[in-house]
């Protein structure tokens, strides 16, 4: 059992897959409506398909100058191989294929669930949830699957398959890291381009649609009503898949890099603990593998029974699969965590006290269960903290409902206040989990914090995507003029995905801090420094610099979202003017010009905030370089950098996000009508166009600019990860330390127990000369070898690493 | 010459108090106008004196509360001496004082200034700027004073006015902080409250007048009016006064503090160079000292002969005044610098490389005078960055207008972008200027920067005070229904004070920023800790804390404003309502009920957002001693807090302050006509509500929530500075490391050489028993001396300091 414990994530990858396909089919079989309805939907899957294509074309070629720049590195850098571009290569492109897939399965369900919704509610959750369910399955297995299947390629191509040392498991999870690298960076632009498409349109459709020519929200009149349709998928599902697909390769890499630290801290050889002496390593991926098992359990229990349930009874379904999927990630977590872990207590190196207060203390593979209790709980009261502060009916929501009544002035600075308040619970949150997680198990345990919450991936984007596929559904039944009780069930659907929306987001944001601290410590074991002093002012410096970047992002991407969002309005007013009889519905508008003009600005207004967020790590590790700085000081002031970015980036993620999702619902309360001053208060009021006012401002916030601060914190950590090995002092002048004794605990009678290398540097021509003593058992009895090795570094170091 | 050095800031400050007392005569001896005029300027003196005495008598409250806080520290800490009390209430009294003196002298040349604008503008301006100077002055004479007084009061009482050691020094500076604290407290409440109070009468007087009512700003029968006047004096005036005071105070003490750690890095005495052997400290003092002398000189420089002068001549008579101000200071420094430094290159410690890389390196004075132009010239630049992006005319203010057209939503978004992007080059010039001054003279080279900086301050706040002197002026001119020309001219004025409002705000930023480094540096020597290492999961944990609370604190006021705002909505629709003839001029307004709201709201809002300023450095300085912390990881973790708020506080400041300014720069420049569209838009018109709409956004950002980060980093790192000691190693268990040997250099030929020390602590009875080894020279003959003690470690330490 143990010997086959690492396939054992991407066998049960593949059958998350598997059952994946199957509810696809399920979806597809599904009816899909009249020919109305066809036509309709036919436009969005097409639109979406043609962003889809136009961004990727665009990120083949940024994917060809990545993989350029990584060749470089690994040309500079002997620790680091080429074999980081094929995997940076196919990260990218398994995270472009989960979206690809989300995009279509969300397209499709949408149609199939408004026809669905004629028949009954029941089975309109069903189909749109399935639609989810794909999506999330999608997203999950492809991630577990390509992160366990090249850790199983580089396991055997560096390693033989088995443990050698830590030096050697770092190459293979550096060479890793470059998977996490390619997912993110499609997440970079799956997400602030979706953000800028969807808002684009939807404020550009709004604007004329609604507030010029008086039509109601996705009337087929509007040239922009199938660029808003398809921003929604663009945006809520693709981005999102993207976001929580990278977040959760990365978590799961980070874990495993600082399980790696714990064999090292352990004395570098567990074999004898089982599973290869990998179990540390292992666990992450274990983690993870159950959990797309358990989220296809929660997905089963997500089901209704009666046609007249209302919003309660849907969101309670929904709940049940969660919290019972999150309940058994526990369980799962406390088996794997105990099994897996070496029995007796792990030496972990933990800073206890001051300066010198690095400590080697023992703890219990219990700790390590506590560490992943800490981030479940996270998980879970974060979601209730978003809903608190942005959900309907609450206190913060009727504060800003109440302050809309003075105009838009004040309803602007309600809503700023609640999202600036809002992160006083979310951080202190974050603050004791990264507290209590590393009191439990040093830095692995807020990775494995990490790990567990993002065990629920899959159930938490069914539950994501659910809602873009409903908003879809009524969409298609207002333009297909299907009969109100369609739209009234659709209506449902939505209402409970726009609650599910909100909490979504806020495990992102957790998750994504998570991740980010995890990829932070990380970073630290790869360049070797025991710390980022930041009374150092160069450190002080980049951490102001990180700081700002967050900023000054989300300001480039709203002001996006404004620039895509007039070229809409001018095209939809052009329309208007130029097709005769468009308001009458006999002349058919273009939709297509504004699904091109959506796309077009998406793509190129995404390309500063990406030069930004991939620009600044490389400029803080090179510009030094030119000053002479030491690469261990330059090393702790890019730690510095992705510190202050993610300190600044979860701040103002959490910020933007509540005080956008706060206001939208504000506004959505004057629906219902809302008690202002004593009278009932509806929409058409003035205090209803001051919510609206401050529901403009906010979908750039929640929508755009907010969800891109994930991307940025995570993306600029994990860069940082891969220039690491240039800064680990591998680099010219420092000879790596081999020095080490790898001792084997194991049985085997023919092993190679010790190299001892002395090398030395020829400060004339860099050439190396390496004087190497290998200690051997062969047969049963010690032999020592003498050999010889002179060239440059990284032909001697090879040369080394293959006597066996 | 030399030896009286230590004397002549003080003589200076009393120089400059002379001056301003001078200065205060001429304007009180100007014609105050006629009857209707002398009585609303009266109405606008009591409000004000009405908010100061309801705020003083809170503040006693406080001063009593800190001090029996203080008490408790210095009881239990035994290098804590009872005499930082006195510090504390005199620091506390001196800010109240300065602002006093200057709220008494704003709230009298206002009216003198619309007297005087009834012959010409020349002499409009000369009242105004001698008002404006007399605040200035007022201030910053004050604050040497009384920084210098008790200098030369500890330094007589702690070391009998003789170079003893730097631990002794650290003794005397450590108390003198008390000094600091105290003025930064007042600042916070001033800042604060002033800011509240400003905004709520603005924002009241505005919604019902000009909104509701339809009557003009400054109008008499708005009951609101007085206390909005009132308002731009205690906002503006005593507001930025204290905010400048406590700056001007903790940069000049921060750089003391690690002059001393010069001296410690340099063998622990140079009395053989001089100036008591205290150059390095003296310094700031002394730069500080010929800024008040450079100030009076600048401001004689400040005058316009044409009375046709438009805005463009009075602002090129502040900007002569200013930039000589600025070029003789850095003259000053050059020959200050190289006077009273050590001639020969001075040893210091500084972080080059890695872990280890902390190295002494020598430098020349030559190196301190450039940190100093560093931080002069970030000063000017930083006022150019902020006038761009708010100044009326320039690309951001243009691009919110045209924002505008499409209503408050874009007007918002454009806006907010406005202030975010406006974070980029701010915070790059810090970075930059953090690591020049740091590169070419360690910490002691920033917080000189600062000092050079700050030197300016009375000619600055000469120019920021002006303004709302003239601002009021205005005021009375349209209250006492004054010719149009009257109204003219203190507009031009008035216009430049806008202007100079936005500069003076970014210099006040600057100087705070540069202030809470040097004070984080110094932070640092205190506890004698070597570094922070945010890689520490503690440390980690408060570096997102302390981001959290400039957010959470700016929410906190800003809500503050809304409430406020509403309670005088109230009753100003009230008074409109009961009192016959108030809109028909016959009924008179009750001005004081209105007053009386401001003042009650400022007071009680101000009481949440101070509890979390002071509450937090301290409950993070003892929740973990619950814990059982070592006090070193607490002083980490506290430092943490500390970059965390300053890092975001600085972001949050710059963001808030420039959005701020650009909306209402956007909004005024309705007032000349924008072309919108090809069109020529004015006010009235639906762009220009909007724009409204953008300014009442801004209002609490600009002047309340904005200006108060930079009071709020300042009073954190002061407040850390305090509690150094606590954790600073001198508590229980901890030996004080006296083993070092003090050089002398100089030529006496009776001096000690070096006290030798070996303590040693019973770990039963916790008494201490000490060898000392004291090696002296008699007569030009080198003697040894030994002596035992025995008792508690704060006896025998004093036994100790005191062998001769």
Known sequence: MEAIMIYMPAVLAIIGLIYMWVKRSWVMKQDSGDGKMKEISAHIYEGALAFLKAEYKLLSFFVIGASIALAAIAYFVPTTHYLIIVAFIFGAFFSALAGNMGMKIATQSNVRTTQAARTSLPKALNVSFGGGTVMGLGVAGLAVLGLTGFFILFFNYFMGGEWTNTDQMTVVLETLAGFSL????????????????????????????????????????????????????????????????????????????LGNYIIKDMGG???????????????????????????????????IKSNDAKEAEVQKALNIGNWFSIFLVAVASYFLVTWMLPAEPMTMGFFVGGQEGFEMISISSLNVFYACLVGIIVGGVISAVTEYYTGLGKKPVLGIVQNSSTGAATNIIAGLSTGMISTFFSILLFAVAIWASYAFAGFYGVALAASAMMATTAMQLAIDAFGPIADNAGGIAEMSEQEPIVRERTDILDSVGNTTAATGKGFAIASAALTSLALFAAYVTFTGID????????????????GMVPVVFSALAMSSVGKAAMQMVREVRRQFKDIPGIMEGTGKPEYDKCVAISTEAALKEMLLPGVITIGFPILIAFIPKLFGYENVLIAEMLGGYMAGVTVSGVLWAIFQNNAGGAWDNAKKSFEAGVMINGEMTYKGSDAHKAAVTGDTVGDPFKDTSGPSMNILIKLTCLIGLVIAPILGGHTEGDIPNLNEKVMVSGSKDSKTISKEVKMDKNSEDDFVTANVVVTKIENGEEETETFEFEGTEAEVKSKIDKIE
Chains 1, 2 share one sequence.
């Not at 939807?202 to 010029?212: M, Q, R, T």
């Not at 710390?531 to 990180?546: C, T």
């Open 269 to 303: 050889d567990i074999t004898g603990e089982g599973f290869g002496g990998i179990g540390p390593i292992l666990l992450p991926m274990a983690i993870a593998g159950a959990g797309i098992i358990i989220s296809i359990i929660g997905t089963l229990l997500v089901r």
């Open 182 to 257: 390619g997912a993110e960076s499609i997440a970079l632009f799956a997400r602030v381009g979706g953000g800028i498409y969807t808002k684009a349109a939807d404020v550009g459709a709004d604007l004329v649609g609604k507030v010029e020519a008086g039509i109601p929200e996705d009337d087929p009149r509007n040239p922009a009503t199938i660029a808003d349709n398809v921003g929604d998928n663009v945006g809520d599902v693709a981005g999102m898949g993207a976001d929580l697909f990278g977040s959760y390769v990365a978590t799961v890499l980070a874990a495993m890099v």
């Open 531 to 546: 710390g980022i002093n930041i009374f150092k002012a160069p450190v002080l410096a980049m951490l102001f610099v990180g």
